[in-house]
């Protein structure tokens, strides 16, 4: 059974930034491993009627870092490369690429991509041939890529396409044309990984439905313009871990997620955002609660509860999301939950 428990808390921060853009997950440091397929064509520059063409296979893995605008790109990876057409050509290399690309959408990006080929033979001589081998190879091109991600994601999906041409490799002319795909997860601290035990889906009758409880009706808030919980706030936060401690089985994961309006500076109130959904998961670690069970995102303001440019919508927007997910909930699980609830509500 999975239980999904959100609490709201109050917030005031301030930010901006256009709905439909985001920085995926809301993470801005992304490990990615990735695999390239494509075709490849060397022509002989002094004989042109000589021309060899074939496959070209790698694997690799690569960091990317979002910005609003703009990724970019550093990997490392090994391909395998092979051409006969009549001449046997193998070429057998690890890989180093850089790459910028600009986002022309939320999803779309764009930009140069440079690839420097490492091997003991990198300069595509025919099978035999060692009078001119040479042990890198630069090649240039460009690259585009559709990212399949949503702002609640924890991972990513990607792929698109690059082509490719070398910059420095004599008395020939090598040409990729290579389909790109990729998946990754966003990166901080290692206690900060998602615990990634499968969820089963319990049959209807025994579902928890999803709570939603504004902690501003708690007293729970933060200093203005500060990730530093405010009045009584932690001592609240402590009496939950105290039910998440005492109830450990009952749960595997929590995820935390800040949030905030859509007036200010965006990268400010991105990394606000950040800040104060780990000092929620830095009070239950305080209380004995492993961080590999806990993950704190911030999402700025790109998840949006009330869409309004008012000052009603922006109070409902700022907000944390406290989300605890498990599959054996006891009846004592959720009546302690409920007591805190009702103890702390000043509706």
């Known amino acids: 059974m999975k239980i999904l428990i959100i609490v709201t808390m109050f917030v005031t921060s301030q930010s901006v930034f256009p709905d439909e853009n985001y920085i995926p997950g809301g993470e801005n440091h ?91 033979d990198v300069s595509f001589s025919d099978v035999g041939t060692n009078s001119d081998d040479k042990s890198s190879a630069l090649f240039l091109g460009g690259r585009i890529f559709y990212d399949f991600s ?10 698109g396409a690059q082509a490719l041409t070398d910059m420095n490799i004599d008395d ?16 901080g601290s290692a206690d900060e990984a998602v615990v ?23 007293g729970i808030k933060f200093k203005t313009g500060s990730s530093e919980l405010d009045g009584k706030s932690e001592e609240i936060l402590n009496e939950i871990a105290s ?13 935390i997620s800040g949030h905030t309006d859509s007036t200010g500076g965006y990268e400010m109130n991105m990394n606000l955002s950040k800040e104060r959904a780990r000092s929620v998961r830095d009070v239950f670690i305080k209380n004995s609660i492993s961080g590999k069970r806990i993950r704190a995102v911030g999402y700025g303001p790109n998840k949006p509860i009330d869409k309004a440019k008012t000052k009603e919508a922006y109070a409902i927007n700022r907000r944390v999301e406290l989300q605890i997910y498990g599959k054996n909930a006891g009846k004592e699980f959720l009546r302690q939950l ?10």
């Open 30 to 120: 992304w490990w990615f491993l990735g695999a390239e397929l494509g075709s490849q064509d060397k022509t002989d520059i002094q004989a042109p009627e000589v021309e060899n063409n074939g496959f070209q296979v790698g694997i690799k893995g690569v960091y990317s870092h979002y910005w609003t605008d703009f990724v970019a790109d550093v990997g490392l990876g090994y391909r395998y490369d092979e051409m006969d057409d009549g001449v046997e050509v193998d070429t057998k290399a690890f890989f180093l690429e850089l790459g910028a690309r600009y986002r022309l959408s939320n999803r779309w990006s764009l930009g140069p991509q440079v690839q420097m080929l490492l091997g003991k």
């Open 150 to 159: 949503e702002p609640e994601d924890d991972f990513m999906f990607r792929m």
């Open 172 to 187: 020939r002319k090598v040409t990729y044309l290579q389909v790109v795909a990729e998946i990754g997860w966003p990166f």
């Open 196 to 218: 990634t035990e499968k969820e089963e889906t319990a049959p209807p009758k025994k579902q928890v439905e999803k709570i939603r409880l504004s902690l501003k009706q708690l």
């Open 243 to 255: 039910i998440l401690v005492e109830n450990s089985r009952d749960w595997t994961r929590i995820k």
């Open 338 to 347: 409920n007591i805190i609830i009702k103890k702390y509500s000043r509706i």
